[in-house]
C-alpha cells in the first residue's frame, strides 16, 4: 500500500484528491494538510511515501518547503499546480529542486475523472524513484552561442519520456551541439507547462528549444517540444519536416503522447530517425519504437541504472527493437555517434 500525503490550501482540492485516490486499492491517503507547517508534523508522524504538494499556499510557499524537505527528509514529491505561467514556471522550478512530476489542478485541462487516473499513475511512479538530497542546479553552457539555422534536415530525433523526463532532457539537450539533427519531443506535461519547460531550457542549450506549433520546420539546430493537451506529429512535405499540432483520444492515458510521434516519425523520416526512450512509468513508446525500427529507423533506450522509473524504457526494450541501451551520461555521445 502506497501512503500518500495531500497538502494543498484548497480545501476542494484536497477532498478531490481523497475521493480520487480512494478508488485505488493500492493507494491510502493517510492525511491531507492545509499549509507546509502541519504537514512537516503529518510528515514525522505519519511516514508518507509519496507527498502531493501545492506551490501557492499561505505562511510558506511550496518551493522552500520542497527545499527543506529535500534538504532535511528526502521523499518523492509530485507538485500540483495552477495551469498559468506564473504557475508553471514554478512548477520547472520544483523539478529543479528535487520533485519528480508535476500535475494540472482540477479545473485546468483535466476533468476531474481524467486528474484522478493521472494522479494514481503519478504516484505508483513516484513511489518507485530513488530520491536523494539535491545540489543547487548548475548553469548550462548559455555561453555557447546558439548556431544559425538552417532550413531543410535529413536526420530527425525523436524522443519520449514521462516521469523524471525533463531533468533526464536537459542533461541531454544541454550537450548537445549547436548543429544537431532537427529533434522532436513527447514528455508527458500539462498544457502550460511545456512552453515554460521549453523557455527554460532554451535558455541553457548550444540548440534553441521552443514549444512546438503548427507547421514549425524541424531542421538542424531546433528542437521542439510536443504542447501539453495536444499530440505533435511529424510530416515531410519534399524535403522539408514540419510538425503537425492536433487534440484527439488520449494514447496511454496521455496527450501528447510518444507512440503518436514515434508512428509519425517512422512514416515520414523512416530510416532517416533516431528513436530514443527515456524514463517514465507505462508503454507508452514500445509500439512505436518497433513501428519505427521496422522502417529502418535506429533505436535507442535508457538504461534501468540512470531511470527515474524503469518503465517506458523497460517496454520498449522487450520488444526486441532497441538497438542500444544507454545511461543517461552517455547519451548525448551515443546520439550523435549513432549519426
Known amino acids: ?88 514556471t514554478m512548477a520547472l522550478e520544483a523539478l529543479d529542486c528535487g520533485a519528480v512530476e508535476v500535475l494540472a489542478k482540477p479545473g485546468g485541462s483535466y476533468s476531474v475523472g481524467e486528474m484522478g487516473a493521472q494522479l494514481a499513475d503519478k504516484i505508483r511512479a513516484a513511489s518507485k524513484v530513488r530520491v536523494m538530497k539535491r545540489l543547487p542546479a548548475e548553469a548550462g553552457p548559455m555561453a555557447a ?4 539555422i538552417t532550413q531543410t534536415t535529413n536526420k530527425v530525433i525523436a524522443i519520449g519520456s514521462s516521469t523524471g523526463g525533463t531533468e533526464a532532457l536537459k542533461d541531454i539537450l544541454t550537450r548537445l551541439p549547436a548543429d544537431a539533427p532537427g529533434i522532436v519531443i513527447a514528455q508527458h506535461m500539462p498544457a502550460n507547462f511545456t512552453k515554460a519547460f521549453a523557455d527554460r531550457i532554451n535558455g541553457l542549450c548550444r540548440i534553441h528549444v521552443k514549444e512546438g506549433q503548427e507547421n514549425d520546420s524541424v531542421v538542424p539546430g531546433m528542437c521542439l517540444i510536443a504542447p501539453g493537451n495536444f499530440h505533435m506529429l511529424l510530416h515531410r512535405s519534399g524535403a522539408r519536416y514540419f510538425v503537425q499540432i492536433k487534440t484527439g483520444p488520449m494514447v496511454h492515458h496521455q496527450r ?50 540512470s531511470c527515474i522509473v524503469f518503465g517506458m524504457p523497460k517496454e520498449a526494450i522487450k520488444t526486441g527493437c532497441v538497438d542500444k541501451v544507454v545511461s543517461l551520461r552517455n547519451m548525448p555521445q551515443s546520439i550523435m555517434d549513432m549519426l
Open 1 to 88: 500500500m502506497i501512503k500518500v500525503l495531500i497538502v494543498d490550501d484548497s480545501a476542494i482540492v484536497r477532498k478531490i484528491f481523497t475521493e480520487q485516490l480512494s478508488k485505488a486499492r493500492d493507494i491510502e491517503v493517510v492525511g491531507a494538510a492545509p499549509d507546509p507547517y502541519v504537514a512537516r508534523d503529518m510528515i514525522l508522524k505519519l511516514s508518507p511515501d509519496v507527498l502531493t504538494l501545492d506551490i501557492e499556499m499561505p505562511r510558506m510557499d511550496g518551493i522552500t518547503f520542497l527545499k527543506k524537505i529535500m534538504g532535511h527528509h528526502p521523499l518523492p514529491v509530485i507538485i500540483v499546480s495552477s495551469l498559468t505561467p506564473k504557475g508553471s
Open 256 to 305: 501528447p503522447a510518444v507512440d503518436v510521434l514515434f508512428k509519425s516519425v517512422a512514416k515520414y523520416a523512416g530510416a532517416n530517425a533516431i528513436g530514443v526512450v527515456l524514463t517514465g512509468m507505462g508503454s507508452d513508446g514500445a509500439e512505436g519504437i518497433k513501428i519505427m525500427k521496422e522502417a529502418g529507423a535506429k533505436t535507442m533506450a535508457q538504461d534501468e541504472a
Open 145 to 148: 552561442r546558439k548556431g544559425a
